[in-house]
């Protein structure tokens, strides 16, 4: 019995310092990209938001602007968010799990990373690296922080992806959407406009849809790489926002739910609600005009 017991705990503190491991790892690598981020970083020029930029946008962009930015709004140049919702971790059905998530975006130029942990079951974790740095597109998913589940990166269509994920999430920094930081928006409707981002060799559209309140409802791209069995497959996708709320000056979404659009049908896979927003201003000392 005594062998029995002492060889439990052996294999048991293995096993704790191999978690251990792994989890130092991977906030190893973590903090690694989020330094990669920030030594990109340029404050976003100008330093306020003046209404005179909206002159020659059209009419549905000129109104979501007025309703989320005052007049003298600080640039956003870097915010911390935190999510926490479901995800559905099954390509082809619903295995929904809960997940909670630390993202660093930086306005100028275009860029984040998403430090997400999925419980996959009780003591199961998954944890999960989206990013677009420097250009480059990034998607990793490891168990524990040790076993590659998904290894995504480099490849020009996973770039195009993360990018448009910048894009379509904007609603939350909003002044990276004005013409001064590089958007280029096109009229469609009295509801929708696009918007297209260049970033690098990289480029972006979007087809943005206003609610009634002049506010972004939806983003919505014809094709954005979706995985399957390990590959990125064009698939048209939609991001919603919804529980718009002001945060910092700025009316911003709560909430949101992300889908691909398939044949059948709208698929969701992506359901989250933001837990804390903690923006970074471009200060008066800050390079710029």
């Known amino acids: ?27 190893r690598a973590t903090e690694a990209l989020c330094a990669k981020l920030d030594a990109t970083r340029v404050p976003p020029s100008p330093h306020r938001y003046v209404a005179q930029e909206l002159e020659c946008l059209p009419a549905p962009v000129q109104r979501y602007f007025r309703a989320s930015l005052r ?26 799990r809960p997940f909670f998530s630390i993202q660093r975006v930086t306005a100028g130029p275009p860029g984040f990373v998403w430090n997400g942990r999925v419980a996959l079951l009780p003591g199961l974790q998954v944890r999960v690296h989206d990013a677009y740095v420097a250009g480059k597109g990034i998607l990793h ?6 076993v590659t589940l998904a290894g995504l990166r480099g490849a020009p269509e996973v770039a195009h992806a993360e990018l448009m994920r910048f894009l379509a999430e904007a609603a939350w ?8 930081q590089g958007v280029e928006w096109q009229p469609v409707d009295d ?6 981002l260049s970033d690098h060799d990289v480029t972006v559209t979007l087809l943005i849809r206003f609610d009634e309140r002049g506010l972004i409802a939806s983003a919505r791209a014809d094709a954005r790489g979706r995985t399957v069995a390990g590959s990125l497959v064009p698939t048209p996708w939609e991001a919603y926002c919804r529980d718009y709320a002001v945060r910092d000056g700025m009316l911003v979404p709560l909430e949101g739910e992300v889908a691909w659009l398939l044949p059948e049908g709208p698929k969701p896979y992506w359901r989250g609600r933001i837990a804390s927003l903690a923006y970074d201003f471009v200060r008066p000392g800050d390079p710029g005009r």
Not at 72 to 95: D, F, L, T
Not at 141 to 146: E, I, M, R, T
């Open 71 to 96: 007049e003298g709004q600080p640039m956003v140049a870097a915010v911390k968010i935190e999510h926490a919702g479901r995800i559905n971790m099954s390509e082809n059905g619903e295995h929904w």
């Open 141 to 146: 998913a490891s168990l524990f922080g040790l």
């Open 191 to 196: 509801t929708s406009a696009k918007a297209t």
């Open 1 to 27: 019995m005594l062998t029995i017991l002492l060889l439990t705990l052996a294999v048991l503190s293995a096993a704790m310092l191999l978690l251990a491991f792994g989890s130092w790892r991977w906030r």
């Open 173 to 180: 920094y909003p002044t990276a959407l004005l013409p001064s």
